[in-house]
């Protein structure tokens, strides 16, 4: 069975290789000829192709891996391990290669017959083996010149050469609007501290009143976050929580909530929060509460599943209860980390908290934005400093506390 | 009355299916100093586990002053295991908690869940935790952590531990097979000291000599049957090489 | 010959001086400075605390600013006097001698002299302050730890007074209402449909943008890559030798260091600037942020390979290059190809934040869907989100483990 696997999925990748190369093949094309600047709204797109013209690109992409796992290990093969080699272990023949290439095509119909050694390789006479341990053979070709080496090549130029113009790479604009750049540059070489202390009149808030509020949405994000993450992460651990099918299905459904909010932007939820209690900070800090709670969920019951069982085993020997093994024999262990992943945390928050002004959820991060909205560039070089300085103190001191504890 | 009645174990294991115990039957009486030897994956552990139910037996039955603990809930079974106090190859001591906090562990099953969740315990059991401490000559190291102690100081807090319990009944996993000769003696000097003040002992140790040394009657496993069960004399050259198989050779423990 | 001696004695205490100031910076000014800094905090904490609650209003410092000097200036004291605080926690000391009342009582009056020790530090090794001389206590290394709990000291109440305070003005702060969560959900009501009834139609555009946001990471990883690797090896210290490479050591460090402190964020809205909204701003965020965070986890492979083989080859009569191709570079190959895969990953998860303030991709049209709480097509994309992280985390966790 595991070279039956290893065959179809191997299979698969090749395909997807292939079609990948075709289709990014023609984006390339009209990005280049139709379709000067990306517009994703654009339908794509393939070309106009009568149905016997797709019935011929998906033959022919068919056609391509079939040959090159023919002749050479493709690149899934490669990826898996494994390699085409004859009845005696040596190399396969020219003929050999085309036998199993012509055969091959029957193979939807006839592998199920044998899974372990299919109708094409014993007509061909050759079988799948893993590769040999490097340095038991002499050098075989350069890398370039393999089936494989080939199409990773391939696949590398094609990814690069799409990303380039996907994502508009576009020196001349880099070096041309330079000088356009020099304007924040000038802003924040000499920054304009006016409303450090007194609140702008227009925003209503001065720098360290935001720089305050950011501080203290992300303090109070992650220290709620960690009291709600804490007692769930035993719940998502499954050396303490996963026993019999009730404690399977706690176990499955707290990490399950874990891996889902963990993923959700936490722009999303400031703006629903937005919504529900109005703009402004405390938004924010419910936006990023809900976040902290499935990040450091999961990293907490991380932690606790690492945990060495001894003393679990040692405690729960003398007789005492589920609760008791937890608080005597766990939470001494976890501790520390527990304690380094929140300090950590702290730091994510107080960045997230400038991006989460971006849909009302107040701080300096609304600062920034609305001076960068209105051109105020000295202002924003202002703001931006502020925070640059806090980051850094933050980060220096937690690194400090965190290498201090652990 | 025999004070532990073992009756036809048997433990498999569900992966791999691997057969820990085969129809393992003895008892034990009040008092007495049992040891267990056997090469390693004999299941000297498991049988030891197997008492106090951190494994669950497969078939098989277990009795403890006559009460079957093979078929208590898991409520009467921590009832149960406060009476039995249990020492570990590795110590098993939270690494980073102080010594007193990993021995008033021991008193967990007689507190209530509340009360020792907020950490705290009765005056009785932190002067018992001094006391204990005393015994095995720990009472200065009473807050220091854990892991600042030598493997022989771990083992003998892991003792300590044990003692808090009170117990009539002492499990002993290889409890000096991590420690140098020197302190395995002072090691087991201190569980050969409890089973004098009555409390019966069950060792599970490596090296023969020290069976012979500590032990009133010795029971040998291999491949998780009893091949030997009687008095340590008894135990003669052929014996040896079946317990052990025909390589090994006798060492000396000093 | 006496002389000589004498002299010779007092030239080495002068040049001791340096290291004696330092050391009283380190063990008795600033512990001090951090009580007086934590008492300072737990001044405003409270009063913004207590002003919010009772006024309605934030201060961070009802009382005149001298109160708060005196008040915190003689709490200081007590707590040092009387308790170990938490700057002599940090550095390790307790106060030692006959700790009497009255003697207790005289180094608290003479705490606020501590600055004196820089003074004093010249003259006496141990840079005994006012405090320590006169009322004859001493701040020596803890030796015994004796438990207390902490409701018996003044430390543990000082820090109950710091959380209670600093959640009370965070409360008022960031405006916390737990009201509004009730008073405001039939606000909700209309769009919880909306969340709940993606636009599907919207699935095709989805996928495009989140191939995008792949590329860009794919890109801004593909062009640190080569230039951090450059980078790395001038910014290793075990191959740095000498001054001048101590200097191009010391100097990519610093602006390593400086450029990594510059949020990803701040970098893309600067880029965002210069070459307009979109994918190109993102990538260079990123790339930026990229090539100062692999050259230092390159950096620090290189520095941690095994240094037998370096010393091999180069007995071996090998030039500098060639000591890095067939003894360096065979060490840190796949050290650094996990390295890449892992910040590849990470891009690939700020590109999404990146994206939002201008930077393209899938998190610029999230954010201007949020932004005009266009929900049902901003759920799309957070689905979609949701799914790339997890493929992510599988498939960089599956290589990883290959590589390792």
Redesign the interface.
Known sequence: MKFLRVRLLSFILDLCLWAYLLYGGFTLHYLNTRWRPWRPEEKFVAPELSPLGWALVVLGILEVVLFTRAFGPSLGQRIFGVRLVGEGGGKPSFSQRWLYFFASHLALFLLWFDPERPFYERVSRLRLAPLPEPGTEGPGPRWYFTTHGLSAFLFLGLTLALGWRLTEIDLRSFVGKASKSLRIWRGLINPDFRYLFVPDPRIKLSFIDGLVQSLYMALLATIAGTAVAFPLSFLGARNIAARGPIGWLVYSLTRGFFNVFRAVESTYWAAIFAIWVGFGPFAGSMALFIHTIAALGKLFSEQVEHI?P??V?????????L??VV???VV??V??QFLAFTIYRWDINLRMATVVALVGGGGIGRLIFEYKDDLQWQLVGGVIILFMITVWIMDYVSGWVRERIV | MPHLVVENLTKVYERGKIRALFNVSFSVEKGEFLVLIGLSGSGKSTLLRCI?R?VEPTSGRIFLNGVELTKLSPRAM?????????V?Q?????????V??NVL??????NS?LS??L?RFPKEDLRRAQECLERVGLLDK???RADQLSGGQQQRV?IA??L??EPELL?ADEPVSALDPATSHSVMQYIEQINKDGVTVIASLHFLSLARRYGQRIIALKAGEIVFDGLPEAIDDRKFKEIYGEEAEEVEVR | MRTFFAEAALLESLREIPARVGWALRIKILPALLDLTFLAYVWAATNATYSYFRFGFLSFSLLPWWWMVIVVVAVGAMWSAWDQTLGMKVVNRELSGETDFASRFLYAVLWPFFPLALLTAPFDPKARTPGELLAELTLTEVRL???RPWYRTLTGWLALIAILSTLGAAVGVTKVEPGRLVTGFEKTIKFWRAIFSPRWDLLGLGLKLLGETVFMAIMATAFAVPIAVLLSFLAARNLMRGPLGRLIYVILRMIGSFTRSVDAVIWAIIFAVWVGTGSFAGVLALFVHSIVDLMKLYAEQIEAIDPGPVEAITATGANHLQVLRYAVIPQIINPFLSFTLYRWDINVRMATVVGMVGGGGIGFRLIQYLRSWAFPEATVLTILIILMVWALDWLSARLRAKLA
Do not use: S
């Open positions: 060495d001894g003393p085993e040692a405690v729960t020997a003398t007789g005492a209860n609760l008791q608080r005597y024999a001494p262990q501790i520390p | 106090n951190l921590r009832k149960v295991r406060r009476k039995i106090g249990m570990f590795q110590f098993n001591l939270v690494k980073r908690a102080t007193l906090q562990a021991g008193r967990l099953g007689y869940t020792t969740l950490g009473m807050y220091v892991g531990r044990a808090m319990q499990l | 730890i004796t438990y």
